[in-house]
């Protein structure tokens, strides 16, 4: 149990791997405290609000446990009404990201989880216990720590897509795709990974047309996804094309794009559009760490050992997407938190 103020496990991030590190440290009877993140428009433009990536997809079709069926039933029973209150209705095809993320959040509280809805702005691991600053309360100390923050989505970095943000250009069709501004309109989505696929997919509920951009002549999406985009009567394809420029005014916002031919012609061509939608990769959540743990060149915790979530620090596990750059995939992230709260109690156990 946390002496006082020190506790023994902060689990720092809110989606699959934090919330199971924080089951199995429950379970453990670690009494862990998760950051779930704060609830600020600042992390709403970065993609970092609380419960993650996956409450920013629609159907979630791969979870193990969750074939598609009727599960409202299921989630009446298993979610107070106020954290219900906060999705919208089920659809009836199978579970979505925000009601897996809900189930998973309180399958941690129901286990004696502490939340606190805030960000960790600074970590000090140079001595233990660690140090924590959360952005609105005091300092926490910790004797062991879980990075479980994820990653966010990237940007292409235009000048004319930073005017245009929430104008017209969003990085999350299914946090925007709905609005008015965008019903029954041509649509753009730049990508051609499953974000891409599944972010197009979803737009043709509410576009008259999707436009899914790609750099290169085939989709790196899975095969299946791959397939639903190409047999898609709503989707246009256009390989081999770069968004150069997002068109628009300031009474309209965004109105179409300029795309280049990325085959050395530098052919260019202009689309009509009313949104564009940026699913182009993600960067992984590590700024907060400030250099404290060893990352990779694209910035990813280093897991030290192979099979162990341990990282360059003692007492420090890293798990979830923070620190791979390779499956990405919920349950993966899911798989290493617990694998992160079964380190952190074994490493506990040995200070003792
Ligand atoms: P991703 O697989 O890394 O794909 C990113 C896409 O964006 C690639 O097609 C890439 O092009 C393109 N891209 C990157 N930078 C670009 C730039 N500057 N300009 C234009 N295009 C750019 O990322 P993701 O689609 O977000 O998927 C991440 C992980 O989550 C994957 O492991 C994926 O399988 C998983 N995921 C799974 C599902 C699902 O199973 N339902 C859904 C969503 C995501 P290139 O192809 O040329 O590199």
């Known amino acids: 149990m946390s002496e006082g103020s020190l506790e023994n496990v902060v689990i720092i991030g809110s989606g699959p791997a934090g919330w199971c590190a924080a089951t199995y440290a429950a379970r453990a009877q670690l009494n862990p405290l998760v950051f779930e993140g704060a ?16 409450a920013l997809t629609s159907e979630v079709e791969n979870y193990a446990g969750f074939p598609a069926g009727d599960l409202a039933a299921f989630l009446d029973s298993s979610l107070p009404e106020n954290r219900r209150l906060m999705m919208a209705p089920h659809a009836g ?6 009601e897996l993320m809900e189930l998973m959040r309180q399958q941690a509280v129901n286990f004696g989880t502490r939340v606190i809805t805030d960000d960790i702005l600074k970590v000090d691991f140079s001595k233990r216990p660690f140090t924590l600053t959360p952005a609105g309360g005091d300092e926490i100390q910790a004797k062991c720590v879980i990075v479980a923050t994820g990653a966010s989505a990237n940007w292409l970095g235009l000048e004319s897509e930073e005017r245009f943000k929430n104008y017209g250009v969003s990085a999350c069709a299914v946090c925007d795709g709905a609005l008015p501004r965008f019903r029954e309109k041509e649509l753009v989505v730049v990508g051609g990974g499953d974000s891409a696929v599944e972010e197009a997919t979803y737009l043709t509920k509410f576009a008259s047309r999707v436009h899914l951009i ?18 898609s009567e709503k989707i246009d394809i256009h390989f081999n094309s770069a968004l150069i420029e997002v068109l628009g005014d300031d009474s309209n916002g965004v109105t179409g ?35 404290q743990l060893d990352l990779t060149s694209k910035k990813y915790v280093v897991w030290k050992n192979h099979f162990r979530t341990s990282t360059n620090v003692e007492g420090v596990f890293a798990a979830g997407d923070v620190a791979d750059d390779y499956y990405r995939q919920a349950i ?12 952190a109690e074994r490493w506990l156990a040995e200070q003792e």
């Open 93 to 98: 095809e199978g579970v979505t990201g925000p």
């Open 257 to 291: 794009v300029r795309l280049q031919s990325t085959t050395g012609s530098d052919e260019e061509t202009t689309l009509k559009a009313a949104g564009v939608f940026l699913a182009i990769g993600h960067t992984p959540n590590t700024g907060f760490l400030d250099g």
């Open 332 to 343: 993966s992230a899911a798989g290493t938190g617990c694998m992160a709260a079964l380190d």
């Open 214 to 231: 790609h750099r290169r002549d085939e989709l790196r999406a899975s095969k299946i996804m791959a397939k639903r985009a190409h047999e």
């Open 39 to 54: 609830i600020t428009e600042e992390n709403r433009m970065s993609g970092t609000l609380p419960l993650g990536q996956l």
